[in-house]
């Protein structure tokens, strides 16, 4: 338990870190503006692909329960 403590803790330090780094060292520090811009587009892209699989995710748990929700491509069952 206490090892899973540590790892959560550390985990939450080493996110302000992370933010401070991406910060001083690639956006400030850097002086090539197109470092940032694509960490900024691959991050979005990450984002962008979590959302998505939320979707679905949430989607086929209402889906077991009679909620529908709308399909993101159009193309849902021909029912």
Known sequence: M???????????????????IFANDLILGAGDPLSAVLVVVGQLLIVASVAVLGYVAVGALLGEIGVKLP????????E
């Open 2 to 20: 206490i090892a899973l403590i540590g790892f959560v803790s550390r985990l939450v330090g080493d996110v302000g870190r992370f933010v401070d």
């Open 71 to 78: 399909s993101l491509g159009g193309r849902g069952r021909s």
